[in-house]
Structure formats: C-alpha cells, structure tokens
C-alpha cells in the first residue's frame, strides 16, 4: 500500500516510472504525466507554495497526485 507522506520529486517519478533505466527519465515521463493531466494541475495550482520547478511534494500535494494518477 503506498504512503501518503512528503517525497521529492525523485522519489515519486521512481515509485511511478519504476522500471525507467535513469533517473532524469523516470522524472521526465512522472512530469510529463502530471503536466497532461490538467485537472491535477488546476488543482496544484491552488497551492500557495506550489511551483512546477519544486523538487518536493508535501504528503497534501501527494495526496492530490494521487487521487488524479491512482496510485503507484
């Protein structure tokens, strides 16, 4: 069962993109999806502290990822 907690952005694309080779790939595909799902992005967006550029999600960003991808 996956845990709803704080991950940086590496962290979260490999529990996505597990079987990705490198790492820089794993995250470009986990941004990728997030970026196409724009539902999930309107609600990032309402984050005060959010940026696209973050390297971290606190466990309420994460929570929100995960309602929108399912989870990893």
């Given at each position: 069962?996956?845990?709803?907690?704080?991950?940086?952005?590496?962290?979260?694309?490999?529990?996505?993109?597990?079987?990705?080779?490198?790492?820089?790939?794993?995250?470009?595909?986990?941004?990728?999806?997030?970026?196409?799902?724009?539902?999930?992005?309107?609600?990032?967006?309402?984050?005060?502290?959010?940026?696209?550029?973050?390297k971290?999600?606190?466990?309420?960003?994460?929570?929100?990822?995960?309602?929108?991808?399912?989870?990893?």
């Amino acid at each position: 069962m996956f845990e709803i907690r704080s991950y940086t952005k590496l962290e979260l694309a490999r529990k996505y993109w597990p079987d990705t080779p490198r790492d820089e790939s794993a995250v470009e595909l986990f941004r990728r999806d997030v970026r196409r799902c724009r539902d999930l992005m309107g609600e990032l967006r309402k984050f005060p502290n959010y940026n696209v550029n973050d390297k971290h999600y606190p466990a309420a960003q994460v929570a929100v990822i995960v309602d929108y991808l399912g989870e990893p």
